[in-house]
């Protein structure tokens, strides 16, 4: 069936997530959902955490160069409610890359609620059972603990992110 047979035609889907920093798995779900889609909108939140390891802008820049290869694919910030972000950016549906069952009792919570607030629809996409065990939180805590993360991340991640360690470890002696 076609694309237009199946009413994606025209349609922006938005990745949305922290990207702190962006994996490999998050590019399987980045890629994956360019298929489906004509225009990806990767929505980076800027929100930061205490632990973060990159500034929001970094982090636009390092999923700006990831994703040369799709020409669908945008990436934007976005702080606020990401119905709002949809709103403003024409975006027909959500896509979040499930990894295993527990993320999907968060997830489901969190598709409801955006339905309910703005009758967007949020599309559940299983990650790569190669990238299942993969997390930014897990590579940040790995990579700080002077852990190889270097297989899970995008070449010029893994060099960012050593690079940035190496700082940080340097600052805090
Ligand atoms: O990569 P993460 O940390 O799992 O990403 C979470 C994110 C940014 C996608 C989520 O926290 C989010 O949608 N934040 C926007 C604020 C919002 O809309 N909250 C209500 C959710 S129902």
């Not at 069952?101 to 489901?108: I, Q």
């Not at 993969?134 to 010029?156: C, H, I, M, N, Y």
Request: proline share 5%.
């Amino acid at each position: 069936m076609s694309t237009e047979q199946r009413g994606l035609s025209g349609r922006r889907a938005v990745c949305p997530g922290s990207f702190d920093p962006v994996t490999s798995g998050h590019l399987d779900i980045i890629e994956r959902s360019a298929y489906l889609f004509d225009t990806v909108v990767v929505a980076v939140g800027t929100n930061m955490s205490k632990n973060a390891l990159f500034a929001p802008q970094e982090r636009v820049e390092m999923l700006v160069e990831a994703c040369r290869p799709w020409p669908g694919v945008e990436v934007r910030l976005f702080s606020g409610l990401l119905v709002e972000f949809c709103a403003a950016h024409d975006i027909a549906a959500i896509v979040k890359g499930l990894r295993f069952v527990s993320d999907f009792d968060y997830e489901l919570q969190m598709a409801q609620m955006n339905k309910q607030l703005s009758g967007i629809d949020t599309v559940f996409m299983p990650t790569a059972a190669q990238w299942s065990y993969v997390s930014s939180s897990l590579v940040r805590e790995v990579a700080t603990l002077g852990g190889d993360v270097d297989q899970f991340l995008p070449p010029q991640v893994a060099a960012r992110t050593a690079e940035r360690v190496r700082q940080r470890a340097a600052e805090t002696g």
